[in-house]
């Protein structure tokens, strides 16, 4: 039987090592991902794929209900929060 020390990890301890965010919040940590990623595709050459999906505009009408929420509507209602104009 070895004597493996078993060490527990607590989310206000773990520090640098495993890269956890202890003064930024979730969300906060998210949005500044989904903005970067927002500025990524802006920068990106007109035939990626990924420049293709995010410019198409789709054909038809919506489900019932309430509507879900778009990454680009989310993404712009960040930038309006934090001020910035003409991304």
Do not use: Y
Request: hydrophobic share 30%.
């Amino acid at each position: 039987m070895s004597t493996i020390a078993k060490k527990k990890l607590h989310n206000n301890g773990c520090g640098s090592s495993f890269g956890c965010l202890d003064d930024i919040t979730i969300v906060k940590w998210i949005k500044g991902q989904r903005i970067r990623w927002l500025g990524h595709l802006e920068r990106m050459e007109e035939d990626r794929m990924h420049k293709k999906i995010f410019t198409q505009k789709l054909e038809g009408t919506r489900r019932r209900g309430r509507p879900r929420k778009r990454w680009n509507e989310e993404a712009e209602r960040d930038l309006q929060v934090l001020g910035v104009r003409r991304w």
